[in-house]
Structure formats: structure tokens, C-alpha cells
């Protein structure tokens, strides 16, 4: 998450080695099916990742099926592509890097707001 830029920047990232390609500064683009981990059977995160790239499923769906420590991430697409008014508060039961994923949410909508 956030290594590209939107919408590929707010998708999930779970494939090991992957990641450590990443921690050793390797920086790919994303596989062109855009189901990071549907190899390994994460339908929870390849559905949320397509709905990073089309925001059309119903986000209900798609926040319920992800652990919460990952799923405000959901409503921070609402907010990015335009279907949420405001970004969401941010979740202390999110990890580190996706609270700080919404407090970039926040601190743009408050710099837009003057």
C-alpha cells in the first residue's frame, strides 16, 4: 500500500515476496490482473483491490470481508474517487500504516477546506 500512485497506491499487498522486494527498494508495477494474493486464495483482499480500481461493488460487502485493521481503507476510496463527502475518522484498531493512509485523507480534505 501507497507505493504507487492512486488508485494502485491504496491497494493491498500481500504477497511475501513481493513485500520484501519492496523492503529491498525493488518498486514493480502490480500484476496486470490487478488480484494481488487471489493465488493464494484472499478473496477478501482481490475483491477489495478490484474495487480499488472500480469502485462499483457494494462497499459494505467488500469492508465486511476484510480484517478491521485493514477495512477503513474502504471508505478512504469513497472519499479519494469522489463517493464520500468527507474521509473517514480515523480507526485505532487500523494498523499503523493505513491510520496514517487516513490521516492523509484527512489532512487533505482539511488543506482543501482551508
Request: no cysteine; proline share 8%.
Amino acid at each position: 500500500m501507497g507505493i504507487h500512485a492512486f488508485p494502485l497506491g491504496l491497494r493491498l499487498i500481500v504477497d511475501e515476496t513481493d513485500r520484501a522486494a519492496l523492503l529491498a527498494g525493488s518498486v514493480r508495477e502490480p500484476s496486470a490482473d490487478g488480484e494481488a494474493g487471489a493465488d493464494q486464495g484472499l478473496d477478501a483482499v482481490a475483491a477489495y483491490n478490484a474495487f480499488v480500481l472500480d469502485p462499483t461493488a457494494d462497499p459494505s460487502a467488500i469492508r465486511a470481508g476484510l480484517p478491521r485493521s485493514v477495512a477503513v481503507l474502504v471508505d478512504v476510496v469513497l472519499y479519494t474517487v469522489g463517493l464520500a463527502d468527507t474521509p473517514p475518522p480515523v480507526d485505532e484498531a487500523a494498523a499503523p500504516e493505513v491510520r496514517a493512509v487516513v490521516l492523509a485523507a484527512l489532512a487533505g480534505a482539511a488543506t482543501e477546506a482551508g
